[in-house]
């Protein structure tokens, strides 16, 4: 069993900054990320990090997103830049371990344009 407790997220409004983080309740998660789903939209994938810290970003987030991770503090963070109206969405802090998929409780991020 794993925990993903979620912090972070608000309003903004565009082109300014927030900042998320998801802690896990145990040690050995693997791969973390965030997804995030809009209204009437699918959730999709938004940033990814390995254990190793090897990250991966969706085209949409690329060069305004970063993601990183203290494995010590068992946390992940996205940090989000120069935020854009349609990055508004509930983000979820997502890992995969044991072949299940755990989710934080997600936060709403809004954009204000």
């Known amino acids: 069993q794993v925990q993903l407790v979620e912090s972070g997220g608000g309003l903004v409004q565009a082109g300014g900054p927030l900042r998320l983080s998801c802690a896990a309740s145990r040690i050995g998660i693997g791969t973390m990320g965030w997804y995030r789903q809009a209204p009437g939209k699918q959730r999709e994938s938004v940033a990814t990090?390995?254990?190793?810290?090897?990250?991966n970003y969706a085209d949409s987030v690329k060069d305004r997103f970063t993601i990183s991770r203290d494995n010590v503090k068992n946390t992940a963070y996205l940090q989000m830049n120069s935020l854009k109206p349609e990055d508004t969405a509930v983000y979820y802090c997502h890992c995969y371990i044991g072949g299940r998929n755990y989710w934080g409780q997600g936060n709403q991020v809004t954009v204000s344009s």
């Open positions: 990090i390995t254990t190793g810290g090897n990250p």
